[in-house]
């Protein structure tokens, strides 16, 4: 069973930057391929970023340019540095760990994500 548990989140203005974190425990974390996705209320869960075990990366056009999603495998976590934020970033932005030791591009649904920790709250003003 693997744990996520997600921080680092808050308010700031827009134009402004945060680091998400999502630290693991349980499973075997550098086999995983890790996501974070977002959820603003009355809106679906949506794909935001992705890196697998061997460091490709996947982001949603909306925030590709301005987040980059990285991991530290030695750590067992997962961070996302979010920069140029608008209020439209503004969600509960989750972290999931798929066992998926394939190629990163394609892993933008969460119905193929087997782990998910409880959200950290991104609010960005304007």
């Known amino acids: 069973q693997v744990r996520l548990v997600e921080s680092g989140g808050g308010l700031v203005q827009a134009g402004g930057s945060l680091r998400l974190s999502c630290a693991a425990s349980?499973?075997?974390?550098?086999?995983?391929?890790m996501g974070w996705f977002r959820q603003a209320p009355g809106k679906e869960r949506e794909f935001v970023s992705a890196?697998?075990?061997?460091?490709?990366?996947d982001y949603a056009s909306s925030v590709k340019g301005r987040f980059g999603i990285s991991r530290d495998n030695a750590k067992k976590a997962v961070y996302l540095q979010m920069n140029s934020l608008n209020p439209e970033d503004t969600a509960l932005y989750y972290c999931a760990a798929a066992n998926f030791e394939g190629r990163v591009g394609g892993m933008s649904r969460p119905i193929q994500y087997d782990y998910w920790g409880q959200g950290t709250q991104v609010t960005v003003s304007s």
């Open positions: 349980g499973g075997t974390f550098s086999m995983y391929t």
């Open positions: 890196v697998s075990w061997a460091g490709g990366t």
